[in-house]
C-alpha cells in the first residue's frame, strides 16, 4: 500500500473501504487521549474490522498503555465475525510478525468435558452446580488439612486408566493415548470430546469415597507455588492465534486440564477477548471471571451498541423469586439446626464447624435467625397478589415501595436489609461444608438483591412484584403458589450511569453498530456524555450505504399508521390492515426472498396467514421459539426458490443475521415497532426519562423502536454487487407529524427513503426492476 498508515500490515484485507480507513484513524486518535469512537455504520462498512485494527494498533504499538482488545457483542453471530476477522488479520499478517492471540470466552457448559459428552451425571442444565460442588470438594481434598495432594489426585485418575489396559479391561471400541500395541487386549475407556481423547475415564474420580473433577485437580496440580495461573497453562497460547472454544477444550481436556479454569488464567494474557454483555456489566461475573480486563489497559469494543442500554438494564436490575426466599428460609433454618440440638454440655461437629464460620464472618446467631423471620415473613406479605405485575409504588411518581413501608412498619430495619448479604454469604459456606450436594444455594442471591432493595433509591430505581405461570404440585389446591411463582423485582430505569461508569474502567474504545442515530440521545443514555464532561473525548462517525444507489429501491410509503389504535386485533378487517397488507404482498410477490418485520408475533402471525392467501411463493412463520428452532427456519428459507418469511421486528431474525448475497432480496417493516406501554416497569422507564431528558417516551421507546426497523432493513444490501429492495411502511417514517418518527432516521436515510403512497408502490417497484434490467444488459 503506497503511503501506508502504521495500521496497514493489521488490517485483514488487502484495502480498506475509504470509510474504514477513516474511522480506524478517529478510534486510534481517540484512543490515544483516552476516548471513544461511536461509530454508526451501515451493514457491511465493515466495523468489525475497523475496530479490531484500531485496537491491535494501539496494542502493537510500543509507546502505547494498552495491552488487549476486549470485544463486547450480544449477537452470536456477530462474536462469529470477529472470530472470522481476528483470523483473517492472522492469516495475513507479514512474516516477521507474531500472531495476534486471541480467546472467545464462553459459559462452563460450552467447555466443561463431562457436560460436552453428558457423562459423568452432567449436563448443560446441572452443569454450575455440579461444577461447583465438585471444585468445592476437590480443593478440600487437597486443601489445608485435607487427606491428600494434587499430584495423588491426578495420578490416582491416570493410573485408573493403566489398571485397565493391564487388566484387559474397558471398552473394546473406544480409543485413547497409547504407548504402543496391546494385542489383544482392548482399549481402555476413555473420556472423548468431540472425538478427542482425554487422559482419564468417562465419568467423575473418587478418592477414599469424595468425587472429585480430575480435570480442575490437573489444573490446580499445575499451578506453581506463587499462584500465578497463566503458569498452569498447557500450551502457548502466543503461538497459536485465535482460540476458540473447540480449540481450547481439545488443547486443555486432552492434557488432562479444566478448559474453564485454562480460559480464566488465558483472559488477560491474550492481545483479543472476544466475549459478550455480562463479561463486562454484569456484577457477578465481573466480579468472579473478568474482574482483570476492567482497567486503562484494555481497548474495548462495544459492537451492537444500539442493544448496550437495554442490555445493561437487564443486567444491573434484579429479581427475587418467591420460592427462592422458599429455599433461602430452608437454608437458614438447616444453618440454625446443628446449634439447635446439641446437647447440654456437649457440641457436635456439626456445631462446631457452624460457630467456626460465623465467627470468621462476624455474623451472629442471633442475625440469621432475624433474617431467617424476615423471609418469612415477606413470604406471607406476597399472598396478597392477583395480577400479572404489580407496582409497589405509582410508577410516575417516585416514592418508598410498599415492601420497604411494610418491613418498617414490622420492625425489620436496616440492620436486616444490609445483613442479608453477608448472612447469605456465611450460610453457602456452611451448608457446603455440612452437605454432600452439589447445589446452588438460594441465600447468597437473595441476601443481595434485598440489600439492593434497600439500598438502592427511589427515583432511578422501580420495585415491583411480578408473576411468571408455572406449576408447583407440593402447594395447596387453592394458593396462588401451585400456579404461579412469584418475584420481587428491582429495575434499574436509567442504566446510563452504570453503562458509563463501566466505560470509564477501560482506557478508550468503540462503540458501534449499523443503527446509533440520534447521536446525541445515544451518548445520553449510555453515559458517553459524562466521559466527555471528565475530558475524555468521544468522536462521533456516521456513514451509510457506500454501494451504487441504483441497486437498491428505498420507500417510505405513506400507509396508515400501523397502530394498535388503527389496526385492532389481529383478524379485523379495517383500511388499515388491507393497505398494509397491500403494499407488503406487491413487495413480497416478488422474485426472491423476502422478509416482512411486523410489532409483535401476533401481528406476525396475521400477517403471514394473510400473505400465504395472496401469494403463490411459501411463506414461512417465525416464533418465539429457541435457538434450534430459529436456525431451523433460517435454513428453511435460505434453501430452494424465493420464500416470504415473517418475523416479529423484535425477534432474533431482523437483527444480527447474515443474509448476503441472493439470501435477501427484500425487506418489509410493517409499523413501528413500540413496546406495550401499559406495563407499570415500561410507564416507570418513560417517566424517568422524562425526569432526566425530558423526552421520556421518544427517548425510551420511540428511538429504539426505530432502530430496531432500521436493523431489519439493513439486512438487504451488504455488499457492492447486492441489489434488493428496502421498504418502511407507515406514514410515520414518510411524513412529519405529531407521532412522526422520520426525524429520527439519519440525514442519509432521509434522503433516500422517499414518501410515496399506497397506490405507487407497484410502479416503483416496476421501475426498480427495470433499471436493473437495463443496467445488465448494458454491462
Known amino acids: 500500500m503506497t503511503d501506508s498508515p502504521p495500521w496497514a500490515d493489521l488490517f485483514g484485507h488487502p484495502k480498506p473501504y475509504p470509510e474504514q480507513a477513516d474511522g480506524i484513524n478517529a478510534a486510534i486518535d481517540a484512543a490515544e487521549d483516552g476516548g471513544f469512537l461511536a461509530l454508526e455504520g451501515a451493514c457491511g462498512t465493515g466495523k468489525t474490522m475497523l475496530a479490531l485494527t484500531a485496537g491491535l494498533d494501539r496494542v502493537r504499538d510500543p509507546a502505547s498503555d494498552f495491552e488487549r482488545v476486549f470485544v463486547l457483542t450480544s449477537v452470536k453471530q456477530q462474536l462469529r465475525q470477529f472470530e472470522t476477522d481476528l483470523r483473517a488479520i492472522n492469516d495475513n499478517l507479514p512474516e516477521d510478525y507474531d500472531p495476534v492471540s486471541g480467546l472467545t470466552l464462553v459459559g462452563k457448559a460450552d467447555v466443561c468435558p463431562y457436560a460436552r459428552e453428558n457423562r459423568g451425571g452432567i449436563d448443560r442444565e446441572n452443569v454450575y452446580e455440579r461444577c461447583e460442588g465438585l471444585r468445592e470438594r476437590t480443593r478440600n481434598l487437597v486443601g489445608d488439612g485435607g487427606a491428600t495432594t494434587t499430584s495423588n489426585l491426578v495420578s490416582e485418575a491416570r493410573s485408573q486408566q493403566v489398571g485397565l489396559l493391564d487388566s484387559g479391561s474397558g471398552s473394546s471400541d473406544a480409543s485413547g493415548p497409547s504407548d504402543g500395541e496391546q494385542g489383544d487386549t482392548p482399549a481402555a475407556d476413555y473420556l472423548t470430546v468431540d472425538g478427542e481423547p482425554t487422559p482419564y475415564r468417562p465419568d467423575t474420580e473418587e478418592y477414599d469415597g469424595t468425587e472429585f473433577c480430575p480435570f480442575y485437580a490437573g489444573f490446580l496440580d499445575d499451578l506453581p507455588e506463587d499462584g500465578d495461573p497463566a503458569e498452569a497453562v498447557p500450551f502457548d497460547a502466543t503461538e497459536l492465534g485465535h482460540v476458540d472454544a473447540d480449540e481450547l477444550v481439545r488443547l486443555a481436556a486432552g492434557h488432562g486440564s479444566c478448559p474453564h479454569s485454562i480460559m480464566g488464567a488465558l483472559v488477560s494474557e491474550v492481545e483479543v477477548v472476544i466475549g459478550n454483555y455480562y463479561h463486562a456489566f454484569d456484577p457477578v461475573t465481573t466480579g468472579t471471571f473478568t474482574g482483570a480486563l476492567l482497567d486503562d489497559s484494555t481497548f474495548v469494543v462495544c ?144 441476601g443481595r438483591t434485598l440489600n439492593a432493595w434497600y439500598r438502592e433509591g427511589h427515583t432511578d430505581f422501580f420495585r415491583a412484584i411480578e408473576l411468571e405461570r408455572t406449576f408447583d404440585e407440593t402447594e395447596p389446591p387453592d394458593s396462588w403458589r401451585r400456579a404461579y411463582n412469584a418475584r420481587l423485582a428491582l429495575h434499574n430505569c436509567l442504566p446510563s450511569e452504570p453503562i458509563g461508569d463501566r466505560l470509564a474502567s477501560f482506557g478508550g474504545g468503540v462503540l458501534m453498530s449499523a443503527t446509533l442515530e440520534p447521536m446525541d440521545l445515544f451518548r445520553e443514555v449510555t453515559g458517553l456524555d459524562h466521559l466527555a464532561e471528565r475530558d475524555r473525548p468521544v468522536v462521533e462517525r456516521t456513514y451509510g450505504l457506500s454501494f451504487p444507489e441504483e441497486n437498491r429501491a428505498s420507500l417510505a410509503v405513506d400507509a396508515p399508521k400501523f397502530t394498535h389504535q388503527n389496526r385492532s386485533v389481529p383478524g379485523e378487517e379495517n383500511p388499515t390492515r388491507l393497505a398494509h397488507l397491500d403494499a407488503t404482498a406487491a413487495v413480497a410477490r416478488r422474485e426472491g426472498n423476502v422478509l416482512v418485520g411486523t410489532p409483535n408475533y401476533a401481528e406476525a402471525t396475521w400477517m403471514a396467514e394473510a400473505l400465504a392467501d395472496r401469494l403463490d411463493k411459501p411463506v414461512l412463520l417465525d416464533k418465539s421459539s429457541g435457538d434450534r428452532e430459529t436456525e431451523s427456519l433460517k435454513d428453511d428459507f435460505f434453501a430452494g426458490d424465493g420464500k416470504v418469511l415473517v418475523t416479529s421486528l423484535r425477534g432474533t431474525l431482523t437483527e444480527g443475521v447474515d443474509y448476503r448475497g441472493d439470501r435477501l432480496a427484500a425487506a418489509v417493516v410493517c409499523g413501528v415497532p413500540i413496546i406495550n406501554t401499559a406495563q407499570p416497569r415500561t410507564r416507570a422507564v418513560i417517566a424517568a426519562y422524562d425526569r432526566r431528558f425530558e423526552s421520556g417516551f421518544e427517548t425510551a421507546l420511540t428511538v429504539p423502536a426505530v432502530r430496531k426497523a432500521r436493523q431489519a432493513v439493513g439486512r438487504v444490501i451488504r455488499g457492492p454487487d447486492e441489489r434488493g429492495v428496502r421498504v418502511l411502511l407507515d406514514a410515520r417514517y414518510a411524513r412529519d407529524s405529531w407521532n412522526g418518527v422520520r426525524e429520527y432516521l439519519p440525514e442519509h436515510e432521509r434522503e433516500e427513503f422517499q414518501p410515496v403512497s399506497p397506490d405507487m408502490v407497484e410502479v416503483a417497484l416496476d421501475r426498480f426492476e427495470s433499471q436493473l434490467s437495463a443496467a445488465r444488459e448494458t454491462r
Open 303 to 446: 459492537d451492537e451498541a444500539h442493544m448496550l442500554e437495554p442490555r445493561v438494564r437487564d443486567l444491573v436490575s434484579d429479581a427475587v423469586a418467591d420460592a427462592s426466599l422458599r429455599d433461602a428460609e430452608n437454608e437458614l433454618t438447616r444453618v440454625v439446626q446443628p446449634l439447635s440440638f446439641e446437647s447440654a454440655g456437649a457440641e457436635s461437629d456439626d456445631a462446631a464447624l457452624v460457630r467456626g464460620e460465623l465467627e470468621d464472618a462476624d455474623v451472629t446467631i442471633e442475625e440469621i435467625e432475624a433474617v431467617r423471620e424476615f423471609y418469612a415473613d415477606l413470604r406471607g406479605e406476597l399472598d396478597r397478589l392477583d395480577d400479572d405485575e404489580i407496582p409497589l409504588r405509582d410508577p410516575e411518581e417516585p416514592g418508598e415501595d410498599e415492601i420497604t413501608a411494610w418491613a418498617d412498619r414490622e420492625g425489620y430495619g436496616e440492620r436486616v436489609w444490609a445483613r442479608a448479604e453477608r448472612v447469605g454469604a456465611v450460610v453457602e459456606r456452611v451448608l457446603d461444608s455440612l452437605e454432600d450436594e452439589d447445589k446452588q444455594r438460594a441465600a447468597p442471591g437473595v
